[in-house]
């Protein structure tokens, strides 16, 4: 069974627990105005550790999927649907989807689809908000290009920072394979997820959506 906290939130929890737990046992230890002003930092932290909880869920997401579906890489909501060239690694006009995770949404990412990691590209950048149409190109960002098992299929997935997300860490390296609905990526505190799919791609969710990686169909692929 797999944890329902990601692994790479046990570190940032236990360090923030331990914090205020260490604050609370000195709070009791002092006196006076002193021990009233570790509590308060005592109760911060420890909203802190709540917040962490919440944000490093990781839930199960099994579902069956047919082979055209591309499946959502992430919790969040769709801020944008649109045609655009995609220049790193499908080279042609494709059709982007937007999706904006906040601190609330679920930040771990999963594959769209069934097949092997084709390409992958970091690029350093900027930490503007992630719903400002410049954060797809200028925010810091992972590309990663996905061939489909079957088929010659190609798809785009970006993952991006924002304002406040500070850390992309993808689970898979080159030529790695992946499963449709398979954890591969988190993107810590808020940011921002672009799929491209084909051009021809039948488009299932609209703007304002809400979607959920591992479950909800984004775009149904046609022969």
């Known amino acids: 069974m797999h944890p329902i906290i990601a692994r790479q939130g046990y570190p940032i929890i236990l360090t923030i627990f331990v914090i205020s737990g260490v604050l609370f046992l000195l709070a009791c230890l002092a006196e006076g105005q002193f021990s009233f002003v570790l509590k ?5 932290f420890f909203l802190f550790f709540i917040f962490s909880l919440s944000f490093f869920r990781d839930p199960e997401r099994r579902k069956e999927y ?3 579906d591309l499946i959502s890489p992430a919790d969040g ?9 995609e220049p ?9 989807v937007s999706i904006f995770m906040s601190v609330f949404n679920v930040h771990v990412n999963r594959s769209p689809i ?5 390409f992958v590209k970091y690029n350093p950048g900027k930490f503007i908000s992630a719903f400002k ?3 797809s190109e200028d925010n810091e960002s992972l590309f990663v290009g ?10 785009g997935v970006k993952f991006i920072a ?8 993808f689970y898979k390296k080159l030529n790695d394979a992946v499963a449709q609905g398979e954890r591969i990526n988190m993107i810590r505190f808020g940011s921002r997820v672009d799929l491209f799919c084909p051009i021809n791609a039948e488009i299932k969710i609209k703007k304002g959506d809400k979607v959920f990686a591992g479950q909800t169909v984004i775009a149904v692929l046609q022969d």
Do not use: H, M, W
């Open 88 to 96: 790193q690694y499908l080279n042609k006009t494709v059709k982007r």
């Open 40 to 44: 308060i930092f005592s109760g911060v």
């Open 77 to 85: 909501t769709i801020i944008d649907v649109k045609e655009v060239i």
């Open 114 to 118: 069934n097949g092997f990691v084709d």
């Open 133 to 135: 149409e410049k954060a």
């Open 66 to 68: 047919s082979p055209k």
């Open 146 to 155: 996905l061939q489909a098992r079957q088929g010659s299929v190609q798809i």
């Open 162 to 169: 924002g304002l406040i997300a500070r850390r992309i860490v």
